[in-house]
């Protein structure tokens, strides 16, 4: 009966509140700061949704690996300087060429079950992410490493892969080329070790927590209840164990951006938004002015890709008028709200620090006029109204559709050009833009790995997977073949711009606006650390 | 009876065959893949998976297995969540949706009816008006709508309850009342209009006539009669609260399987599209075939057998 009776209550409580809800006003300060002296370490957050695996060999998405990313540790860790730091690995030699590789592993590296972390364990989990029987979608971030791509396609052996564990500590590495940025990839969650002593026995070691899911990280996995929530807790047995302060991180599992806010309104999280969730935009603004959104640039561009090989998109001043005419400042300030990056470059300023400006103004309808005429003069054209139909195509979602119709408004007020929208569900929107069939469609790009190499080399080969664009050009192609046995990093930096360049005048591509993550935070929360590709991490988490 | 019951489960089946070959066809007409992502996959890598799944097989072949698959109730892994096959899915989100469900239309119907009753008894009067104002209020305003405002004004304002998950009884207080609120409404202005019907009857003038009580009168000569559009309505209901847990299981963070009867849909993610589609119809079915049964049970003047089956 007390069930009925609080039911009902509520129900009383419900229905005089139809009649006050006219009164309810905007103030919230029932903020839930505990400020106290004796302050447990204990961290609640939200991760969107369940992990789909936490397999480092299977992982391959953002929610798998900020769970991964504090369980287990590679061969190095993003440290807070945001560059690599030697973790599992105490220090490593790298030959003359750069194409040789010698870590060597802790003595006091050890998973949560007091098994010792050995080079084999290394050397079991690449292979096995890259083993064709495996199904291991994100195997070709190991590509890197010599024989690699021939194992996971099935052209070459396992054996002939350039990972071998010389001794227990030793763990030797052959890389296909000279990658500067290797030793970022190595503390990419493809690259984490697997305890293989269990995982060669039980196949299914990585589906719940328990003792098969051993790790090596700051945090051991305590409770995986799927779909639901995620507990970890501090782990004992980890080599930097000191440096941990937090003893519980509770990671929820909450899908809607409201309820995140709301929570955090009510004490329920420590962090509501970006890297893990997500803050609802119409907040954006209210949490802006009462000064709680924290704002940090990512690794990452919002484009509008042209398709190169459909009329009249294979005209590069038409692509460029198009480029020029469109106002990301409004776009920005209007829509997305997140204090994002207005993008007139395609490789993010986290990378090359001068792309801030870009290689050209925003909103430069005059210059966009002028490549607009040539364009017509080339095409043989009088008038703007005279061009073929033009499609933007976008999948589903309010954001994606308000900039669209924003960027249709601007092509038709600066330029005359008229643009048909085209909205699809994800799936039906990708299959169309990966067999070529749109004309200009949204896509994002979130890096991978902290290098410009990164965002130019998907548009490397016109059927590559991810350029879409059709686009490709001989000497842009020299210049990355090149950059990737340069050794002298500047040189190599260097023809990296210099192959953006060539791209950003051929403008296969219309950048829009580079990423930022936005989030609030309990203001006793210190120290997790986001770094410029978004990945978060908790070990130098703490409460004060 | 048993031949009433044996020739509708059989119907059933043929349903169920039409829903998961319906389901089959459709879900692979979509265009997309469930490797389909922003990030596209080297082709010998997509072949590869396309081989161990299963999806490279012609179509018949896929469709037999999938027969199979539901004969012997073993759906197999989930394309999206690799650590959960179809069957722990189910095992995991549907007691958790079935709670959520079962509190929803027992508050649905227990405030339904007796709001229902006391605007039909009171009719024309304040109790009338203002009941079926709230019911009005109820039909009219999405559960999504009540949810946020349940949050907002009795966890966030008022502390009584947690904003969201699923964790004591306590949590599941707010999502059951948001999901109740339009069925409660609907059921509420069903009893109201039957009940009138009925209270108008001849057989109740007898009833007051020969002396009994208001609250016998009521519960025993009129309710058992007005109650049975609100049994017919059941059926439905339990499809309504089911299929349409999702927008709540969304908003309050519930590992419920509703979640996934949707997000498997825009995955591609097959195994969990079907696995998942084929659970609801067998439970549908089943809720609709009980309705019938308890209509013959509540009203013997409905006799079953003769009944034609639909």
């Known amino acids: ?544 | 009876m048993t031949k009433y019951i044996g020739k509708r489960l059989l119907y059933m089946i043929i349903s169920l065959w039409l829903i998961v070959t319906a389901t089959f066809f459709l879900m692979r007409i979509a265009p997309g893949n469930p490797f389909a992502s922003e990030k596209k996959l080297p082709p010998e890598i997509e072949a590869n998976l396309q081989a161990h799944y299963g999806l490279d097989q012609p179509w018949y072949q896929q469709y037999f297995d999938y027969l199979i698959n539901v004969v012997t109730w073993d759906f197999g892994p989930s394309f999206k969540y690799k650590s959960q096959t179809v069957n722990d899915l189910i095992t995991e989100g549907f007691p958790v949706s079935f709670v959520l469900g079962f509190q929803a239309i027992l508050i649905a119907v227990a405030f339904g009816v007796l709001f229902g009753v006391i605007a039909a008894l009171r009719q024309n009067k304040w109790q009338d008006y203002s009941t079926m104002a709230v019911a009005v209020l109820g039909i009219s305003v999405p559960s999504f709508i009540m949810a946020t405002f349940l949050q907002y004004f009795l966890a966030i304002k008022l502390q009584i309850f947690p904003v969201a998950r699923w964790e004591s009884f306590m949590h599941t207080i707010l999502p059951a009342i948001a999901l109740a609120a339009g069925p409660m409404a609907y059921i509420a202005r069903l009893t109201r209009s039957s009940m009138i019907e009925v209270l108008a009857n001849d057989y109740i003038k007898t009833a007051k006539a020969k002396g009994l009580s208001g609250g016998v009168i009521t519960v025993k000569h009129a309710m058992r009669n007005a109650l049975l559009p609100v049994v017919t309505y059941l059926g439905p209901l339990t499809a309504g609260v089911l299929t349409g847990s999702f927008v709540i299981e969304k908003i309050f963070g519930i590992p419920g399987l509703g979640f996934h009867f949707v997000t498997s849909i825009t995955n591609r993610d097959y195994t969990v599209i079907m696995g998942v589609t084929v659970f609801y119809s067998i439970l549908l079915l089943l809720a609709i075939l009980l309705v019938d049964i308890a209509y013959g049970i509540i009203d013997p003047r409905i006799k079953l057998a003769g009944k034609k089956g639909e």
């Open chain 1, 1 to 544: 009966m007390k069930k009925r009776w609080s039911i009902f209550l509520s129900m009383l409580l419900l229905a005089s509140m139809v009649l006050a809800a006219c009164a309810g006003g905007g103030d919230d300060n029932a903020d839930g700061g505990d400020g106290g002296s004796d302050v447990p370490q204990e961290l609640k957050v939200n991760i969107n949704t369940e992990p789909p695996s936490l397999n480092p060999g299977l992982a391959e998405d953002s929610t798998s690996g900020t769970v991964l990313r504090n369980v287990l540790e590679g061969l190095t860790r993003i440290g807070q300087d945001d560059k690599p730091a030697a973790a599992m690995a105490e220090d490593w030699e790298i030959s003359e060429d750069q194409k040789t590789y010698t870590f060597n592993i802790r003595e006091d590296a050890q998973w949560s079950n007091g098994d010792p972390v050995i080079a084999e364990d290394f050397e079991y989990a690449w292979k096995w992410a890259l083993d064709p029987a495996n199904q291991s979608t994100y195997a070709y971030q190991l590509y890197y490493v010599e024989g690699a791509e021939a194992a996971n396609t099935g052209e070459g052996s396992l054996d002939d892969v350039g990972v071998k564990a010389v001794d227990e500590k030793t763990l030797e590495v052959t890389l296909a080329n000279p990658t500067p940025y290797f030793l970022e990839l190595t503390a990419f969650y493809t690259y984490l070790p697997v305890n293989s002593k269990i995982a060669k026995e039980n196949p299914d070691w990585a589906t719940d927590a328990g003792e098969n899911y051993t790790t090596n990280g700051p945090f051991h996995l305590a409770e995986w209840s799927h779909s639901d929530q995620i507990t970890l807790e501090k782990s004992d047995t980890y080599w930097d164990k000191d440096a941990v302060k937090l003893d519980k991180i509770e990671m929820y599992m909450i899908n809607d951006p409201n309820t995140e806010l709301s929570m955090f309104d009510n004490g329920e999280l420590d962090w509501a938004g970006s890297p893990t969730g997500a803050l609802p935009t119409d907040a954006m603004q209210a949490l802006k002015d009462d000064g709680r959104l924290e704002t940090q640039a990512i690794a990452g561009v919002y484009n509008y890709k042209f398709n190169t090989t459909v009329e009249p998109l294979d005209n590069a001043n038409i692509r460029k008028a198009l480029t020029h005419a469109i106002n990301r400042e409004s776009i920005i300030n209007n829509i997305t709200q997140g204090e994002q990056l207005p993008a007139m470059a395609i490789v993010p300023p986290t990378m090359f620090q001068e792309n801030e400006e870009g290689y050209f103004p925003d909103n430069d309808v005059e210059t966009a006029k002028e490549f607009l005429n040539k364009g017509l003069e080339e095409l043989g054209l009088s008038d703007a109204s005279e061009l073929p139909e033009i499609k933007l195509s976008y999948n589903t979602s309010e954001a994606h559709q308000k900039i669209a119709q924003a960027v249709q408004d601007m092509w038709s007020e600066n330029l005359g050009i008229n643009v048909t929208l085209d909205n699809a569900e994800w799936n039906v929107f990708l299959d169309s833009v990966n067999s070529g069939d749109f004309q200009i469609a949204r896509m994002g790009w979130l890096g991978d790995f902290n290098d410009a190499m990164n965002f130019l080399e998907m548009y490397k080969d016109a059927d590559g997977g991810n350029n879409n664009t059709g686009w490709e050009d001989p000497e842009f192609q020299k210049l990355l073949e090149q950059s990737q046995t340069e050794t002298d990093a500047e040189k190599r930096q260097q023809m990296l711009k210099d192959a953006e360049a060539i791209f950003m005048d051929a403008m296969p591509v219309a950048p829009i606006y580079f990423y930022t993550n936005n989030w609030v935070k309990d203001e006793n929360l210190k120290d997790v650390f986001v770094s410029g590709l978004g990945d978060v991490q908790y070990k130098w988490a703490h409460f004060e």
